[in-house]
C-alpha cells in the first residue's frame, strides 16, 4: 500500500518535510501541497496537485494522511480538522497557540478515542537525545539531578514576535526534558538579560531533578543546542554540535550550521520515516496531542512566569486514559 500524503505549508519546515517525503521516505507518496503562497506551492509541485484551501486538502478523498508545517497560529484548527476527518497528521510545534486551544485538540482525540495526531518533537528521534536517555534510563549516571540545556539560534527568524522565543523555541526544552527525565515540570522561574535575550528558565521537576535552559535567539555565532545531564554518579552530554573539524582563517575547530535543519536533519528523517510506519501500522509514536498541550501549557506559564519575575507553581489538567 501507498500512503498519500498532503503538506499544509511549505516555509522552511514544510519544504524540508516535503523533501523527506519524496527524497527520504518510503511507501508514501505526496499527493497534494498547500501553502498561503500559492506561487510558492506551484513551484514545488512536481506531480502533487496544489491546493489553495488547507481544510480541502484535509477532506480530500486523495489524500489520507496529512504534515502541518504553516504558521503556528494555524496548527489547532487544522489539527481539528485531521481529527474530524479521522486522518492521520504529523503536527509541527507548537500544537497551539494556547493552552485552551491544545485541550480542545486533546478533547477531540479523546471524543474518538483515538490517538491521530503526532507533534512535530524530533528532537526526541534525534540520536544523541536518544542515546542521552538510554544512558541515563541504564542507571550508569545514577539518579539525575540536573539537566543543562543551552538553545541558540543565530538571529530569530524574522516571523518572531512577542514571547516566541518561549512558546516556539523553548518548547523543545519543555517537551524533551520531559521526554528524557520522564519526569514532570512543577515550577519555573526566568531570569531575562537586559532587552530580554537571552532569558535562562530554571524549571523543577516532580521528581526534585533541577532543569535549566538558556535560550538565546540571537547568538550570532551559529545555531547550537546542547544538553547535559548530570546524575549522582556520572554525566552524560552531546559530544559536539557537528561531526567534522576543519581548519582555516587560523582557526580550528567545529563549524555551526545556520538554523536547525541541518542539526537535526538525521533526526526529521527518522521522525518521518517513523510517522509513515506509524501511520500505516496504527501504532502511534514520538509525542501525543497530550505532549503538545503539556509543552503549550507549560510555555504559557513560563510567558507568566517571565512577566512577574517570580517563581511560578506550574499547573496542567488531568491526563486523560487515552494517553496513559
Ligand atoms: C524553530 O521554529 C524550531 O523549531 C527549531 O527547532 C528551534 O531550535 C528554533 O529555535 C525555532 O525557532
Same mark, same amino acid.
Given at each position: ?6 503538506v ?5 519546515m514544510g519544504a524540508?518535510?516535503?523533501r523527506?517525503?519524496r527524497e ?8 497534494a ?8 506551492a506551484r513551484?514545488?509541485a512536481q ?6 484551501d ?7 478523498d ?7 508545517a ?6 489547532a484548527?487544522?489539527?481539528l480538522?485531521?481529527v474530524?476527518?479521522g486522518?492521520?497528521?504529523?503536527c ?9 486551544e ?5 478533547d ?7 490517538r491521530?495526531?503526532q507533534?512535530g518533537y524530533?528532537r526526541?528521534?534525534?540520536p544523541?537525545y536518544?542515546e542521552?536517555k538510554?544512558?541515563a ?5 545514577g539518579?539525575?539531578v540536573?539537566?543543562?540545556?543551552v538553545h541558540?539560534n543565530a538571529?530569530?527568524?524574522?516571523w518572531f514576535t512577542?514571547?516566541?522565543s518561549v512558546?516556539n ?5 519543555i517537551?524533551?526534558s ?5 519526569s514532570e ?5 526566568v531570569?531575562?538579560?537586559p532587552g530580554g535575550?537571552?532569558l535562562l ?5 516532580? +521528581? ?5 535552559t538558556? #535560550?538565546?535567539?540571537? %547568538?550570532h555565532y !551559529? $545555531? ?5 545531564l548530570?546524575?549522582?554518579a556520572?554525566t552524560?552530554q552531546m ?5 567534522t573539524?576543519?581548519n582555516?582563517n587560523?582557526?580550528h575547530?567545529?563549524g555551526?550550521p ?12 527518522l521522525?518521518m520515516?517513523?510517522?509513515v +510506519?506509524?501511520?500505516v501500522?496504527g501504532?502511534? #509514536?514520538?509525542?501525543? %496531542?497530550?505532549d !503538545? $498541550?503539556v509543552?503549550?501549557a507549560?510555555?504559557e506559564?513560563v510567558?507568566?512566569a517571565?512577566?512577574?519575575?517570580t517563581?511560578?507553581k ?7 486514559e487515552?494517553y496513559a
Amino acid at each position: 500500500m501507498t500512503l498519500s500524503v498532503g503538506v499544509i505549508g511549505l516555509g522552511v519546515m514544510g519544504a524540508e518535510h516535503l523533501r523527506l517525503l519524496r527524497e527520504e521516505s518510503t511507501g508514501v507518496r505526496v499527493a497534494a501541497i498547500c501553502d498561503a503562497d500559492t506561487e510558492r506551492a506551484r513551484l514545488l509541485a512536481q506531480d502533487s496537485v496544489v491546493l489553495d484551501d488547507p481544510m480541502a486538502l484535509i477532506s480530500s478523498d486523495n489524500v489520507d494522511a496529512i504534515v502541518i508545517a504553516s504558521p503556528d497560529a494555524t496548527h489547532a484548527d487544522l489539527a481539528l480538522a485531521c481529527v474530524s476527518a479521522g486522518k492521520p497528521a504529523l503536527c509541527e510545534k507548537p500544537l497551539a497557540t494556547s493552552a485552551a486551544e491544545a485541550l480542545r485538540v486533546v478533547d477531540a482525540e479523546v471524543a474518538i478515542g483515538r490517538r491521530l495526531l503526532q507533534g512535530g518533537y524530533m528532537r526526541r528521534f534525534d540520536p544523541a537525545y536518544v542515546e542521552m536517555k538510554q544512558v541515563a534510563d541504564s542507571g550508569r549516571i545514577g539518579a539525575t539531578v540536573i539537566l543543562h540545556n543551552v538553545h541558540r539560534n543565530a538571529a530569530a527568524p524574522e516571523w518572531f514576535t512577542g514571547p516566541m522565543s518561549v512558546t516556539n523555541s523553548f518548547v523543545h526544552e519543555i517537551d524533551i526534558s520531559r521526554w528524557l527525565l520522564g519526569s514532570e515540570l512543577v515550577s519555573a522561574i526566568v531570569h531575562a538579560a537586559p532587552g530580554g535575550d537571552p532569558l535562562l528558565i530554571t524549571m523543577e521537576t516532580d +521528581r526534585g531533578e533541577i532543569v535549566s535552559t538558556e #535560550v538565546f535567539m540571537n %547568538a550570532h555565532y !551559529g $545555531y547550537h543546542v546542547h544538553a547535559q545531564l548530570v546524575g549522582r554518579a556520572g554525566t552524560v552530554q552531546m559530544a559536539q554540535p557537528s561531526l567534522t573539524l576543519t581548519n582555516g582563517n587560523r582557526h580550528h575547530g567545529h563549524g555551526y550550521p545556520e538554523n536547525w535543519v541541518p542539526r537535526f536533519r538525521d533526526a526529521y528523517r527518522l521522525q518521518m520515516n517513523d510517522w509513515v +510506519r506509524s501511520v500505516v501500522s496504527g501504532q502511534p #509514536v514520538g509525542a501525543s %496531542a497530550w505532549d !503538545g $498541550y503539556v509543552a503549550t501549557a507549560v510555555a504559557e506559564q513560563v510567558v507568566t512566569a517571565l512577566q512577574t519575575a517570580t517563581k511560578t507553581k506550574l499547573f496542567l489538567g488531568a491526563r486523560p486514559e487515552l494517553y496513559a
